[in-house]
């Protein structure tokens, strides 16, 4: 792909941002909210964070030691909200603020006071989840997936957290509207859908998922609400509702959410394989027919969630064989990427090594997942730590690795500066091992029957439960590697140029390093 | 964004506009519909 690029002048163009905290408060500028976004996940990603560690540090031997049950419960319900709703979403939004504009030539995002309030409904929606652990009763207690009949018994947290979800699911929608309407009218010309680059086509089918699933949980969230407080009862038995009702309509939203959380990681993988193998992605058109084919089927898998509700064996066998056909569509995905790399120039830049574990790792994490998609398998179990380990595998070494790729693929871009490539490399290596020291003993755990969401277990799980903690709290202290890594970048970092990878193809790298304030005012065309 | 000379009825801006009503318009019919599906359900 070739661009026309105006005069660096022209990059430059009028206007700097107004100084102080009301520049953040006020700004419609698309990097400014992309930063934001980061930060604020960054945040969240310590904070569930720190819940993590201490439902492993409960977990280290048996018994009861620092935790009540019920406090351990709502642990491991915010553990999960946060880093879904407020940690990772909001990572991939933020690289989304930051790249599309700059990745189609566009000069911002399409609504840019929808974009501020978008970001600005995070902070009191997060506020509302780590608030709710104080008040009476304390916080939501029926995990993440909120189901009925806990979440309509439950005292005031389970309030504030319905009142969360339906913020968080409010900036989601208006964040994907903003990116679609970007996408869809705001390219430059000569940008065909086909010539964007993989991350924009990822994130444009992932909108199309979050405005089709987000609406369904916040309609469940609502009658939750009104079972609770308006004499409703569309969860409650007592009533003439339905509980199993609820996983219906919250696994409707909470699959195609599983690939919410990983579709962008895709994009991001499928550029930095490209970048660092220096040749141009294997089967460009057969990984966006697959990522289309992945979002679509995961709409028909729903009910793979709830095998042992009590479902007809015909319901069984369709909802098997859907959830076993995606692994068409992403094995067509590992293998595009593996054939990028084949007789590629590679090398392993911290971008690269974090893409080649999430190959490794959320392959890993399908396979796991191939597994429990069996039913007479998934009857053995289900709600076990082997579910544990395989959605961590998915989620973290999925979705996280492929944010931190990217955070270290696109650092220069955003700061002008480079990071300190041993001190990535050594944040990789550790993350690697401590991800798998805490998770892959949970396969263990789970096949031997130790169920998931217990404060206490059985004496003949300690071993694996202890190697599990110590992997874990590696893990968290790795983090502040990133942390420390991050932050000497942009404040001390040597000056990086404008394509610091040789490899890298797009839009991005005809801006200068940092990007300007503003860039495309004028747009690029391109051939 | 609206561009001199071309009819308002099909400026980039209106599109723009009318991409952005468009999607929230569905996000509203789902929501709502969940809920009504939720109550035909249990009826």
């Given at each position: 792909m070739e661009a026309t690029v105006p005069g660096h002048a022209d990059t430059h163009a009028h206007g700097h941002p107004p100084s102080g905290l009301m520049r953040w408060v006020t700004t419609t500028n698309h990097k400014d909210i992309g930063?934001?976004?980061?930060?604020?996940?960054?945040?969240?990603?310590?904070?569930g964070g720190m819940m993590a560690l201490t439902i492993r540090s409960e977990l280290f031997q048996p018994g009861?030691?620092?935790?009540?049950?019920e406090r351990f419960n709502q642990m491991t319900t915010l553990h999960g909200l946060i880093m879904v709703f407020g940690a990772i979403m909001p990572a991939f939004v933020g690289f989304a603020n930051w790249m599309i504009p700059m990745q189609i030539g566009a000069s911002d995002m399409a609504f840019g006071r929808m974009n501020n309030w978008s970001f600005w409904l995070l902070p009191p929606a997060a506020t509302l989840l780590v608030v709710s652990l104080f008040v009476p009763g304390g916080a939501a207690a029926a995990g993440w997936t909120l189901y009925a009949p806990l979440s309509v018994q439950q005292g005031m947290g389970m309030d504030m957290t319905i009142f969360a979800v339906h913020i968080l699911g409010?900036?989601?929608?208006m964040g994907s509207i903003n990116i679609i309407t970007t996408i869809l009218n705001l390219r430059a010309p000569g940008m065909t859908l086909m010539k964007m680059p993989l991350f924009v086509w990822t994130w444009l089918i992932t909108a199309f998922l979050i405005?089709?699933?987000?609406?369904v949980?916040?309609?469940?969230?609502t009658m939750i609400l009104t079972d609770r407080h308006f004499g409703t009862s569309f969860f409650n038995a007592a009533g003439g509702g339905d509980p199993v009702l609820f996983q219906h309509v919250f696994w409707f939203f909470g699959h195609p959410e599983v690939y919410i959380v990983v579709i962008p990681g895709f994009g991001v993988v499928s550029q930095v394989v490209s970048a660092f193998s220096r040749k141009p992605l294997f089967g460009y058109a057969s990984m966006v027919y697959a990522t289309a084919s992945i979002a679509i089927l995961s709409f028909f898998v729903w009910a793979h969630h709830m095998y042992t509700v009590g479902m007809p064996v015909g319901g069984q066998l369709f909802f098997m064989y859907a959830t076993m056909l995606i692994a068409i569509p992403t094995g067509v995905k590992v293998f595009n990427w593996i054939a990028t790399m084949w007789r590629g120039s590679l090398s392993f830049e911290t971008p690269m090594l974090f893409s080649l574990g999430f190959i490794f790792l959320f392959t890993m994490g399908g396979f796991s997942g191939l597994v429990l998609a069996m039913?007479?398998?998934?009857?053995?179990?289900?709600?076990?730590?082997?579910v544990v380990a395989h959605f961590h595998y998915t989620m973290v070494a999925g979705a996280l690795f492929s944010a931190f790729s990217a955070t270290y693929y696109w650092l220069p871009k955003w700061t002008g500066h480079m990071y300190n490539e041993t001190l990535g490399k050594v944040h990789f290596w550790l993350s690697l091992v401590f991800f798998n020291l805490t998770f892959f003993v949970q396969h263990f755990l789970g096949l031997a029957g130790m169920p998931r969401r217990i404060p206490d277990y059985a004496l003949q799980f300690s071993e694996f439960n202890q190697i599990s903690t110590i992997g874990a709290f590696g893990f968290g202290l790795s983090q502040l590697l990133f942390l420390y890594n991050v932050i000497t970048c942009i404040r001390s970092g040597p000056k990086a140029p404008a394509k610091p990878w040789d490899g890298a193809e797009?839009?991005?790298?005809?801006l200068p390093s940092p990007a300007p304030y503003h860039s495309w005012e004028t747009q690029p065309t391109v051939k | 964004m609206d561009i001199p000379g071309q009819s308002p009825n099909n400026s980039p801006a209106r599109r723009t506009r009318l991409t952005g009503l468009l999607l929230a318009s569905v996000a509203l019919a789902l929501f709502i519909g969940s809920?009504?599906?939720g109550w035909v359900s249990v009826k």
């Amino acid at each position: 792909m070739e661009a026309t690029v105006p005069g660096h002048a022209d990059t430059h163009a009028h206007g700097h941002p107004p100084s102080g905290l009301m520049r953040w408060v006020t700004t419609t500028n698309h990097k400014d909210i992309g930063t934001l976004y980061l930060w604020f996940s960054f945040a969240m990603f310590l904070v569930g964070g720190m819940m993590a560690l201490t439902i492993r540090s409960e977990l280290f031997q048996p018994g009861l030691q620092i935790l009540e049950p019920e406090r351990f419960n709502q642990m491991t319900t915010l553990h999960g909200l946060i880093m879904v709703f407020g940690a990772i979403m909001p990572a991939f939004v933020g690289f989304a603020n930051w790249m599309i504009p700059m990745q189609i030539g566009a000069s911002d995002m399409a609504f840019g006071r929808m974009n501020n309030w978008s970001f600005w409904l995070l902070p009191p929606a997060a506020t509302l989840l780590v608030v709710s652990l104080f008040v009476p009763g304390g916080a939501a207690a029926a995990g993440w997936t909120l189901y009925a009949p806990l979440s309509v018994q439950q005292g005031m947290g389970m309030d504030m957290t319905i009142f969360a979800v339906h913020i968080l699911g409010m900036s989601s929608i208006m964040g994907s509207i903003n990116i679609i309407t970007t996408i869809l009218n705001l390219r430059a010309p000569g940008m065909t859908l086909m010539k964007m680059p993989l991350f924009v086509w990822t994130w444009l089918i992932t909108a199309f998922l979050i405005i089709a699933v987000m609406p369904v949980l916040a309609g469940a969230v609502t009658m939750i609400l009104t079972d609770r407080h308006f004499g409703t009862s569309f969860f409650n038995a007592a009533g003439g509702g339905d509980p199993v009702l609820f996983q219906h309509v919250f696994w409707f939203f909470g699959h195609p959410e599983v690939y919410i959380v990983v579709i962008p990681g895709f994009g991001v993988v499928s550029q930095v394989v490209s970048a660092f193998s220096r040749k141009p992605l294997f089967g460009y058109a057969s990984m966006v027919y697959a990522t289309a084919s992945i979002a679509i089927l995961s709409f028909f898998v729903w009910a793979h969630h709830m095998y042992t509700v009590g479902m007809p064996v015909g319901g069984q066998l369709f909802f098997m064989y859907a959830t076993m056909l995606i692994a068409i569509p992403t094995g067509v995905k590992v293998f595009n990427w593996i054939a990028t790399m084949w007789r590629g120039s590679l090398s392993f830049e911290t971008p690269m090594l974090f893409s080649l574990g999430f190959i490794f790792l959320f392959t890993m994490g399908g396979f796991s997942g191939l597994v429990l998609a069996m039913a007479p398998v998934d009857v053995q179990m289900q709600d076990t730590y082997y579910v544990v380990a395989h959605f961590h595998y998915t989620m973290v070494a999925g979705a996280l690795f492929s944010a931190f790729s990217a955070t270290y693929y696109w650092l220069p871009k955003w700061t002008g500066h480079m990071y300190n490539e041993t001190l990535g490399k050594v944040h990789f290596w550790l993350s690697l091992v401590f991800f798998n020291l805490t998770f892959f003993v949970q396969h263990f755990l789970g096949l031997a029957g130790m169920p998931r969401r217990i404060p206490d277990y059985a004496l003949q799980f300690s071993e694996f439960n202890q190697i599990s903690t110590i992997g874990a709290f590696g893990f968290g202290l790795s983090q502040l590697l990133f942390l420390y890594n991050v932050i000497t970048c942009i404040r001390s970092g040597p000056k990086a140029p404008a394509k610091p990878w040789d490899g890298a193809e797009g839009l991005e790298w005809e801006l200068p390093s940092p990007a300007p304030y503003h860039s495309w005012e004028t747009q690029p065309t391109v051939k | 964004m609206d561009i001199p000379g071309q009819s308002p009825n099909n400026s980039p801006a209106r599109r723009t506009r009318l991409t952005g009503l468009l999607l929230a318009s569905v996000a509203l019919a789902l929501f709502i519909g969940s809920i009504l599906g939720g109550w035909v359900s249990v009826k």
